[in-house]
C-alpha cells in the first residue's frame, strides 16, 4: 500500500505535521507546566532568578494553601510535641504553626456548586428550549431567537451595576442560587443557540416514526431525539461548565464569604504572609483539575461526530 | 386490520393544495398503491392518516370510526418511510423491538423478543439483529425499517415509497416478499409509489392522484385498460401510450381531439404507411420507432424482426381510446 495517493497525505507530510502540532502544543502548555512546577516549589526557589528549572520538590505551597498558620516565637517551637504529620512539619521549618484550615476548601466547593449547577440549568433549559425552537411554530420564532442572542451582544459586565443592586434588593448577593442563576443567564443564550443548531440536524423522521410507534412526543424526545443530541450536550456543557468556572469579574463583585467562589479567593492567598506564590500555583493548578477531568470524561461525545448514515437525505 | 375511509379529505400548505377533496375507501386486507408523480399528494395522503398532519377539512375512519382528533399513536397504524429512519443509537434487534415496547403496547420482553425474531427471520436479517443500525447496508435498513412496520399487528400499514433506495435486483425480490407477506397477514396496506411495476405487480386496487385529487380508483386491470383520461392513460404501460391527435386515423367519436394507442393495440399490415425511425432490440421482443406526419409512435414486434430503420409500415389502430379536448375520457363506440 505505498502507492500514491490523493487523499492520504504521504508519510514526509505527516511527519512534518505532527511535529509542528507538538512543539505548537508544547509552546501553548509553557505556563500551565509553569504553573504546575511553582506549585511544587518553595517560596525562595519559586521567585529566584534564574527561575530554578530543576529543584527539590516540596509540598509547602500545597500544605500553605489548604491552612492558615501563625508565626511562633523559638522557644515556643522548641516546647511543642514533635510535629504530628509532615504538614505540620513544613510549617514549622518556617516557624509557623497550623492554626486552622483555610477556605480554599470551602471555596472550592462554592465553585464547585455554582459551576455545575449552572451548567446544569443551562442545559437543561437551553435542550428544551431548543428543542421548541428547532419543532414547532413559535409566534415571533426568530424574533425571539435573536433577542435571545442579543442578551450576548455586550459583555456580561457591562451590566454588573444594576445587577448588584437588584441582586441587594433581592438578597441574592453572595448566595449560590444567585451566582447560579446569573451564570445560567448569560450561558443560556450560547446553549439555546448551539443545542438548536445540534437538534436541527436530527431528522424528524426519528420522531414522526416514534409518535407512530406509540410514544407520546415527550418520550420520543427522550428516547430519540436526546440519546442523538449527547454530542451537541456535552460540547454545550463544556462551553457552559468553562464560562462558569473561570468567571472572575461578577465573583468579585458580588460574591464576598458564604457563595464565593476559588476564582476571586486565589489571588488573596498572595497577601496572607508574605508573596506566596507556590500556594497561589498550587491553588490555580487544582482549581484547572475539574474542568480538565470534566472535558475527558465527555471527549468520547464529542469525537464520536454527530449522527449519520441511518437516514438517506 | 380495517377498513379505512377517508372522507373529503383536504389539506394544504400556504397556497399549495397538496390534498384536495379526497373521497377514498380502502378495504380491509385490500393492498392500495397510491400511484402519481412527484407533489401529487401521496405522501401527504400518507401522513394525514397517520395523524402527522391535521386535515383542513374532511375526517378519517379506520375501522369506521373517526380518528381526526386522535394522536398517531391511538390511530395504531405502522408507517414506513422514504428515509429509512432507524434509531442510529440503537441496535437492530431494539430497532425492531422499539414499537412494541411503546407504553401502548407494553408486551413482555418474551413476547418481544418473539416478534422480533420471527419478522427478522421473514426479511432475512437475522444475523445482524446485534448490529448497531448504522452498520448496514443501505437496503439492509430499508428492510429493517419495514421489519419495524412489521412486527406490530396495527390497523392499516403506510409505505412511503420503501423500496425505491434499493437496486433492482433487491427490489424485485421485496416487490414479492412484501406482497406474500401482506397476503399472508391479510393486512391492510396503503403503498405509496411513483414506480408503475410496483402498483401493477402488488396493488390489488390502484388510485391515481394528480394534484392532489384522486382522479381514478380501481384495479390495475381497470386502470391500465379503462383510464378515465389521458393523465391516467399515460401513468401504467412501458412503453407509455401513444398520445396522437385525432386526425392521423379513420374515423372517431364526435368531440375527439387525442386518441391513445397502446404499443401492443398497433396491428401491422395494412392501414396507413408510417416509417421506420428506429428499432430497439430488447431481446424477449423489440420495439419499432415509427414516424408519422411529424408525429413519433412506438409500437411492439418480435424480437427476430426483420425491418430495418428506414423501411416502411403500415399500422392500423386496434381498440384505441378517445379523449376530449380536456383530455377526459370519450367512451362512445364508433358509429359504422
Same mark, same amino acid.
Given at each position: 500500500m505505498s502507492a500514491w495517493s490523493i487523499t492520504e497525505p504521504s508519510n514526509r507530510t505527516k511527519w512534518v505535521a505532527g511535529t509542528l502540532v507538538i512543539l505548537y502544543a508544547l509552546i501553548t502548555l509553557i505556563p500551565l507546566v509553569w504553573i504546575f512546577l511553582t506549585g511544587f516549589k518553595t517560596p525562595p526557589d519559586s521567585i529566584s532568578y534564574p527561575p530554578k528549572v530543576l529543584f527539590e520538590p516540596s509540598l509547602e505551597g500545597y500544605v500553605n494553601l489548604f491552612t492558615t498558620r501563625t508565626r511562633v516565637t523559638p522557644d515556643q517551637l522548641a516546647a511543642l510535641p514533635p510535629p504530628a504529620n509532615f504538614a505540620e512539619e513544613i510549617v514549622r521549618n518556617r516557624d509557623m504553626v497550623i492554626a486552622g484550615p483555610s477556605k480554599f476548601g470551602e471555596r472550592f466547593m462554592n465553585s464547585v456548586i455554582i459551576g455545575f449547577g449552572s451548567t446544569f440549568l443551562s442545559i437543561f433549559l437551553g435542550t428544551l428550549a431548543a428543542y421548541a425552537f428547532s419543532r414547532f411554530k413559535i409566534p415571533l420564532k426568530d424574533d425571539l431567537l435573536f433577542f435571545i442572542l442579543s442578551?450576548?451582544?455586550? @459583555? @456580561?459586565?457591562?451590566?454588573a451595576i444594576p445587577i448588584f443592586l437588584m441582586y441587594r434588593a433581592l438578597g441574592l448577593s453572595d448566595t449560590h442560587l444567585g451566582m447560579i442563576l446569573l451564570y445560567t443567564a448569560v450561558n443560556i443564550s450560547l446553549a439555546v443557540w448551539l443545542l438548536k443548531g445540534f437538534i436541527d440536524e436530527i431528522p424528524r423522521e426519528y420522531e414522526e416514526a416514534a409518535l407512530i410507534d406509540g410514544y407520546t412526543r415527550f418520550q420520543a424526545f427522550y428516547k430519540v431525539v436526546l440519546p442523538q443530541a449527547a454530542t451537541g450536550i456535552a460540547s454545550t456543557a463544556i462551553f457552559c461548565l468553562i464560562f462558569a468556572w473561570n468567571e472572575y469579574a461578577f465573583a468579585v463583585l458580588l460574591t464576598s464569604g458564604t457563595a464565593q467562589t476559588a476564582p476571586p479567593f486565589i489571588p488573596t492567598i498572595i497577601g496572607v504572609g508574605g508573596l506566596d506564590w507556590p500556594a497561589v500555583a498550587a491553588g490555580a493548578t487544582i482549581f484547572l483539575l475539574p474542568v480538565m477531568i470534566f472535558t475527558i470524561l465527555l471527549r468520547k461525545h464529542l469525537l464520536r461526530g454527530i449522527t449519520f448514515g441511518a437516514v438517506r437525505k | 386490520m380495517a377498513e379505512v375511509t377517508l372522507r373529503a379529505l383536504s389539506k394544504s400548505f400556504g397556497a399549495t393544495k397538496a390534498v384536495v377533496d379526497m373521497d377514498m375507501t380502502i378495504p380491509d386486507g385490500a393492498f392500495v398503491v397510491l400511484l402519481g408523480p412527484t407533489g401529487a399528494g401521496k405522501t401527504t395522503t400518507l401522513r394525514l392518516i397517520a395523524g402527522l398532519e391535521a386535515p383542513d377539512a374532511g375526517d378519517i375512519l379506520i375501522g369506521g370510526r373517526s380518528v381526526r382528533n386522535d394522536t398517531p399513536a391511538q390511530r395504531d397504524v405502522a408507517m414506513v418511510f422514504q428515509q429509512y429512519s432507524l434509531y442510529p443509537h440503537l441496535s437492530v434487534r431494539d430497532n425492531l423491538a422499539f414499537p412494541l415496547r411503546s407504553p401502548i403496547l407494553k408486551l413482555g420482553e418474551e413476547e418481544v423478543a418473539a416478534r422480533v425474531a420471527k419478522v427478522a427471520e421473514v426479511l432475512q436479517i437475522a444475523h445482524k439483529l446485534d448490529n448497531k443500525a448504522t452498520q448496514l447496508s443501505g437496503g439492509e435498513m430499508q428492510r429493517v425499517s419495514i421489519g419495524r412496520a412489521l412486527v406490530r399487528s396495527p390497523q392499516i400499514y403506510l409505505m412511503d415509497e420503501p423500496l425505491s433506495s434499493l437496486d433492482a435486483k433487491l427490489r424485485a425480490e421485496m416487490r414479492i416478499e412484501l406482497k406474500r407477506i401482506q397476503q399472508d397477514l391479510g393486512a391492510t396496506l396503503l403503498y405509496v409509489t411513483h414506480d408503475q411495476t410496483e402498483a401493477m405487480t402488488m396493488a390489488t386496487h390502484v388510485g391515481v392522484l394528480d394534484q392532489g385529487r384522486l382522479v381514478q380508483f380501481g384495479t390495475p386491470r381497470e386502470i391500465y385498460e379503462d383510464p378515465v383520461s389521458i393523465y391516467v392513460a399515460t401513468r401504467l404501460g412501458q412503453p407509455r401510450i401513444n398520445t396522437l391527435p385525432v386526425s392521423l386515423f379513420g374515423p372517431a367519436p364526435e368531440g375527439t381531439v387525442t386518441i391513445g394507442l397502446r404499443p401492443e393495440h398497433i396491428a401491422q399490415g395494412s392501414g396507413v404507411e408510417t416509417r421506420i425511425t428506429r428499432i430497439e432490440h430488447l431481446g424477449d421482443q423489440s420495439r419499432l420507432h415509427l414516424h408519422l406526419d411529424g408525429h413519433d409512435i412506438v409500437t411492439l414486434t418480435d424480437a427476430h424482426t426483420q425491418l430495418k430503420p428506414g423501411d416502411s409500415l403500415a399500422i392500423r389502430p386496434e381498440a384505441p381510446l378517445y379523449f376530449d379536448a380536456n383530455g377526459a375520457r370519450i367512451r362512445q363506440e364508433i358509429r359504422p
Open positions: 442578551t450576548r451582544m455586550m @459583555p @456580561p459586565i457591562a451590566v | -
